[in-house]
């Protein structure tokens, strides 16, 4: 099985074609203004860009952003990308206001060498999402009618089997763009043979979405240090009241389990951060975390837990990371999250971080992001290339 790669493409020749890039420019929007609070995802994309601009291609990039039900929606519209993505290339991008009509036809059309245009959300066409083969098939025609060769960097929705991800590659000469090569080869080091000791950190709301890669990591890693939301399940697990925390009723009895079968590479918080009410002025207390009061939620990890935790991960030698220990967008509930990101930059082992929103956290306390190995762009993505399942857009590349 072998996957061409975007130097092959160069190497073809770029200069006059029309190059279709998937990529996943779905960056985070301030709901207030609109602004682009994150724009981590569209400079990841840059290197296959700006080598397509070089080549003297005519490059054709599309994306979703959010999550629209298959119309046009305002608040989900890729302008703002447009121009961002523009600031960075220092060149104008060309905005077409629909994805795959007249607007798309002619501003793409219009293309001179060298040049780039961003076609709007693809998920505001019902065809893109749509588990009706023929009806994805459809859609997937009409955007492979833009390009003469396929580029997927959108390491972030591999796991789609949208028709941009998985049914245009079947259409078109199709190649893997840098960042999705980037992304495979890291991630393929933590599934082959890590370097030991392994430990993993998992945070984020909800256990139930890392119940799988929990399940495959626990017999590969040597510790998996859990914060976030999703702790107080397997606190409550313990047999400890968590108050009015976030809490999975229905995976108590799974995280039990977990718990039983861990060998004791599971560690949880001992102390956390627990407040009055979900807000950034709340009055808030450090507890044990076996004495969280009644009336009180957990909102952070507590500074015992992040020593601990920096302890557990001092000698390891492949740390991988997932998910916030706490509210970091609160500052009170922040410490927990940058306490862990501290300590994850002090080891000398090879970090990943991967998920959207850990990755965001990093840049938004104004960690240094080159102090980690490397800084996924993929959040469910991420996660399914950990478990182990095939993922529909890599597979779509491979001949
Ligand atoms: C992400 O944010 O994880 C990717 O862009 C995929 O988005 P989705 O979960 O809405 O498919
Ligand atoms: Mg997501």
């Known amino acids: 099985m072998t996957i061409r790669t975007l130097d092959d493409l160069l190497a073809e020749g770029v200069s006059g074609r029309r190059v279709l890039v998937r990529a996943d420019l779905n960056v985070p929007l301030d709901k207030q203004t609109g602004q682009i609070t994150d724009d981590g995802r569209i400079r990841a994309v840059l290197p296959t860009l700006g080598a397509l601009v070089q080549g003297g291609a005519k490059v054709v990039v599309c994306s979703h952003l959010g999550r629209p039900k298959g119309a046009p929606d305002p608040q989900y519209s890729l302008r703002p990308v447009a121009g961002r993505l523009g600031e960075l290339l220092g060149a104008p991008v060309h905005f077409a206001t629909d994805t795959v009509g007249d607007s798309a036809r002619s501003t793409v059309e219009a293309l001179a060498d060298g040049q780039v245009a961003l076609l709007e959300n693809l998920r505001f066409n019902k065809g893109e999402t749509s588990k009706d083969d023929a009806e994805r098939g459809a859609f997937a025609d009409q955007l492979a009618g833009f390009g003469e060769a396929y580029v997927d960097d959108a390491f972030g929705a591999v796991h789609r089997r949208h028709a941009s991800v998985y049914d245009v590659p079947a259409r ?36 139930s979405d890392k119940l799988a890669v929990i399940e495959a990591l626990l017999p590969k890693v040597d510790r998996l240090l859990i914060g976030g939301g999703m702790c107080f399940t397997f606190l409550k697990a313990q047999g400890h009241e968590v108050g009015t925390s976030l809490l999975e009723e229905e995976m108590v009895e799974t995280c039990r389990n977990l718990l039983e079968r861990s060998e004791g590479k ?32 957990g909102l952070d990890i507590g500074p015992e837990t992040v020593a601990g935790f920096a302890a557990a991960l001092s000698g390891a030698k492949t740390v991988f990371w997932n998910g916030p220990m706490g509210v970091f967008e609160m500052p009170a509930f922040a410490n927990g999250t940058r306490g862990v990101a501290e300590a994850i930059t002090k080891t000398d082992a090879f970090t990943v971080v991967g998920g959207g929103d850990s990755a965001a956290a990093v840049r938004a306390l104004g960690l240094d992001e080159s102090s980690f190995g490397h800084i996924s762009t993929g959040g469910g993505a991420s996660l399914e290339y950990l478990e182990g399942k095939t993922l529909p857009g890599i597979a779509a590349l491979e001949d």
């Not at 090569?181 to 080091?189: A, F, I, P, S, T």
């Open 172 to 207: 078109l000469p199709h190649v893997a763009g840098r960042l999705v090569l980037r992304e495979v080869e890291v991630l393929g080091r933590l599934t082959g043979e890590p370097e030991r000791p392994y430990v993993v950190i998992l945070g984020g709301s909800k256990v």
């Open 266 to 297: 599971i560690m949880l918080p001992v102390d956390v951060v627990a407040a009055d009410a979900f807000a950034p002025d709340a009055a808030h207390d450090t507890v044990r975390a076996d004495g969280i009061p009644s009336h009180r939620l």
